[in-house]
């Protein structure tokens, strides 16, 4: 089979679904004004996503540039699933690896919804940062782009699950005052992970910085709390 953009955009079309598609229009607020304006959708599922992508992991990175530049959804979340298989292959503290970093940074303009983000993230820049000087994601933490700003927070969940706590707490920091319901969501949502790591911690953290806590990120900072606590917490909100 030859792995190029087009045999692999061929293949994912099989599975396009018109029904779907403009369910997830609906979903991924699509719509004027909203946070993804203007994407577009085939009606693919995430496990038929992978199931294509899984095929063209050894794709060129030409073909897979063009890939990410796709105007549909589908096939740019297919090229970073593609992006973290060759992440997960690749012989760590080597040229080939940093040619995958720099090449999902320079792509960052095309991760522009919030799985995207999520679903990429996680699984390169966390783990490839774990053991390294971290000041990309500050950068991040204050960049224009919404979605690089999501990066930001995001990439610091493989710091949690690796009982890494203080980027998270500084990036969100960072971001408490963000404009965007989406960030605050995912400081929540990070908030709350780091919270299941040492929940007194960010009990400290939630109360000094009560002024500056937007309301969705305290609720979902505070939602895995015993529910007579969780209750209290509300209010001071």
Known sequence: MVLSADVFCKKLFKFKNSAKAKILLRFFKTGPGEYG?????????VPETRKVAK????????????????SWHE??????LILVM?????????????RIIKFYIKNIKNI???DLVDLSCLYILGPYLFNRNRQLLYKLSKDKNMWARRIAIISTFYFIKNKDLDDTYKIASILLKDEQDLIHKAV?????EAGKRDKIRLEKFLIRN???????TWRYAIEKFPEKQRQEFLKIK
């Open 37 to 45: 304006e203007g994407d577009v959708f085939l009606g693919i599922t």
């Open 55 to 70: 095929e063209f992991k050894n794709i060129s990175f030409e073909e897979l540039q063009k890939i990410l530049n796709s």
């Open 75 to 80: 096939v740019r979340l297919a090229g970073l």
């Open 86 to 98: 060759k992440y997960n292959e690749v012989e760590k503290n080597t040229k080939e690896e940093e």
């Open 112 to 114: 522009n919804n919030w």
């Open 188 to 192: 929540g949502w990070m908030l709350r």
């Open 210 to 216: 009560k002024k500056n806590i937007d309301r969705i």
